[in-house]
């Protein structure tokens, strides 16, 4: 839950810098998805970034 914390306000603070460890999807899948349901919920990441995190998500085929 920390590292999903972490990345999720990295998103909202470095969003350019941080963006390749999802899109790579370098972090276990429940993390992975935790970062971006996270940052859906935050109130400073603009809605089309998150509309954006919502495609990210991992385990949707």
Sequence with gaps: MMQAWYVATA???QYDA???LLLEQRL???THN???QKAIESRRIPE???AYL???RA???
């Design 48 to 50: 089309e970034r998150k």
């Design 11 to 13: 998103l909202d603070r």
């Design 18 to 20: 941080v963006l390749p």
């Design 34 to 36: 935790k970062a971006i």
């Design 54 to 56: 919502r495609t990210l």
């Design 28 to 30: 276990a899948p429940w």
């Design 59 to 61: 385990g949707q085929d």
